[in-house]
T-cell receptor, first 110, second 115 residues
């Protein structure tokens, strides 16, 4: 079992729809959770960070964390073609080590 | 503030050679991490340096090594290159180390092709 697993994708949604990206992790000692977006040929850039159970909203993006279920998700509302990218889930342990999932590729069709 | 810079951006080497990649973190950042990204394996952690000391290390063979200088700039070296080392090598910096909550800021990467 991988330490961080993401829904394999690719995921395709129509413009204006909600895109849902999921991530599970195996280390119960994980403390911090991040979503990065990576456009083709570019480096990852941070979208959201979440540290406690519940929802965290930032514009069209909402991150959800459930530590009991070892699950973190990212919802993108009103998806735009510019949201088409690979989304990486990253999990940090208390020791500061980062583990990334393999990513989910999202395509938003106009 | 200038972002994370990496040099060179592209590199072609042949099997058996060695290569050195360079990373300059964001000004004031003291932690530098290195990652290897390939289509098959995703983004894999190589090592992290803070104050010239390696704090964390991933599961890579000893051919992969790194160091950090007093100005926080970091280099990574791969000796005896293999075809499987072809990848995008990403450097990321963060203000300090040991804080699991810290965001990492990625550089543009060095794309290495081993022939």
């Amino acid at each position: 079992q991988k330490e961080v697993e993401q829904n394999s994708g690719p995921l395709s949604v129509p413009e204006g729809a909600i895109a849902s990206l999921n991530c599970t992790y195996s280390d119960r000692g994980s403390q911090s959770f991040f979503w990065y977006r990576q456009y083709s040929g570019k480096s990852p850039e941070l979208i959201m960070s979440i540290y406690s159970n519940g929802d965290k909203e930032d514009g069209r993006f909402t991150a959800q964390l459930n530590k009991a279920s070892q699950y973190v998700s990212l919802l993108i509302r009103d998806s735009q073609p510019s949201d088409s990218a690979t989304y990486l889930c990253a999990v940090n342990t208390n020791a500061g080590k980062s583990t990334f999932g393999d990513g989910t590729t999202l395509t938003v069709k106009p | 503030k200038a972002g994370v810079t990496q040099t060179p951006r592209y590199l072609i080497k042949t099997r058996g050679q060695q290569v050195t990649l360079s990373c300059s973190p964001i000004s004031g950042h003291r932690s530098v991490s290195w990652y290897q990204q390939t289509p098959g394996q995703g983004l894999q952690f190589l090592f992290e340096y803070f104050s010239e000391t390696q704090r964390n290390k991933g599961n890579f063979p000893g051919r992969f090594s790194g160091r950090q200088f007093s100005n926080s700039r970091s280099e990574m070296n791969v000796s005896t290159l293999e075809l499987g080392d072809s990848a995008l090598y990403l450097c990321a910096s963060s203000p300090t180390s040991g804080g699991s909550w810290e965001t990492q800021y990625f550089g543009p990467g060095t794309r290495l092709l081993v022939l």
